[in-house]
């Protein structure tokens, strides 16, 4: 972390006391999180307070963490004994207290040009069956089509949002095509009808496969010939 970073770090937390939790600071900047019932208040500070001045709002993404940690689904480097699967330990000791059933989560990225700095803020939607946050419209007015495109997405709702109405999705569609449990080849199939003249829905007609070749590959560790000469 530069000494940049860090003295605004400091800053941060003056102004903000025990509002936000610091999850991560590094050179990308900073990563806190929020809880949902102090999103708004927080979002306004961080935006007004002349220390921070957070003015821009470049994103705010919605994340369903449905499953994360409970299977050994990561990737992340290759050794000579193959890929890590590694499971998120962490996550699962926070299962069995309960914190688990935090499913949805809104990812916020704030740029202060004032102060050339970057901060990611995130806030974990309290109902799984019904995920909503507070609408920060008020706060940066570019916040009202990225969460329409997170409502329609993930289907979290945003209290108070102007106008939240799904903005890439047909209007007709059913379910939030971004949620870990929505099929990836669809509910149904669209096309548009020339003899009827409009869109109309059909069941899917293509099948699901495996992404993933069921193929063995040929792999020199297990070439008996090479295995001799190595024991020589």
Known sequence: MTASVESFSATVSEVMGNTLSLVMAGDSGLHYEVAAG???????????????SFEVLIDVAGVDFLGFGEAEWKAETATRSG??????R?????????????????VYQLLSIRH??????KVWCDNVDEPAVDS????????????REAYDLFGILFRDHPD?????????????????????????????DEQLRRVVYEPVSIEARTLVPRVIRHDERYDPVVNEAAAK
């Open 83 to 88: 890929f890590s699967r590694g499971v998120n």
């Open 116 to 121: 050339n700095q970057r901060l990611t803020l």
């Open 136 to 147: 920060l419209v008020d706060v940066w007015a570019g916040a009202n089509w990225f969460e």
């Open 38 to 52: 102090e999103l708004k208040a927080a979002a306004r500070r961080l935006h007004d307070d002349p220390r921070l």
């Open 90 to 106: 962490l996550n699962l000791a926070a299962e069995a207290t309960g914190s688990a059933s935090r499913r949805f989560a809104v």
């Open 164 to 192: 939240l109405r799904r903005i890439l999705t047909d209007y007709g569609f059913i379910g939030h095509p971004f949620r870990k449990d929505f099929p990836l080849i669809g509910n149904v199939e669209v096309r548009y």
